[in-house]
């Protein structure tokens, strides 16, 4: 399985970093790991929307041949980093289609909880993500900082952590990657909305 994780944070030391990096450990060795960290890619194909710059590209395609997704993301003002949304932005209509994903994001409270649910996740289901994993929020004090720059989680931000990944790995019968699915016929997907 190959797992790919995009890194909104604009810092390589921050928490929700550190538990995206921590979550892909947990999954190894079980997975082969492609690294988006949207902090290193151009800063001007970035702002200016330029999909075709090389390093949007590649990032692109290594999210392509994934089978599924983690995104690990800081929450500010009760949304999803910036940096993360640019990135989001450049990428094709259906970019997360037949994935699994995992959201992932840390806050200094949790006032800002419900942050993935509404800001995030609306957003990845656009890019046709139908599979979105239960998704897993830390507040600081669930991530305790330690002298030599890492993070220590407690046990229920683990356990969570733990649930969400055996879900994001587990066989899903609406994601299939490598068979195209058919479009679903108009009164079940009415059904599904009400």
Known sequence: MIIASI?????????????????????????????????ELPARALIN?????????????????????????PIYKAAYSGLLKTFLDLLPPQALRGKSVLPLGTGGSLGHLLALDYALKPVLSALG???????????????A???????????????????????????????HRHTPREAEPPLLVARALC
């Open 7 to 39: 890194s909104g944070s604009p810092q390589h030391s921050s928490r929700s970093s550190w538990l995206l990096q921590h979550a892909i450990k947990r999954l190894a060795p079980q997975v082969q790991h492609h690294a988006i960290a949207v902090r």
């Open 49 to 73: 929307a330029d999909a075709t710059d090389p390093a949007i590209v590649r990032a692109q395609r290594r999210l392509s041949e994934a089978d599924a997704v983690l995104i690990g993301t």
């Open 129 to 143: 993500a139908r599979h979105i994993v239960d998704a897993v929020y830390a507040i600081d004090a669930q991530l």
């Open 145 to 175: 900082r330690r002298d030599d720059g890492g993070f220590t989680p407690d046990d229920d931000l683990l356990a969570r952590l733990d649930a969400s990944l055996a879900a994001l790995i587990e066989p899903h019968p609406a994601v």
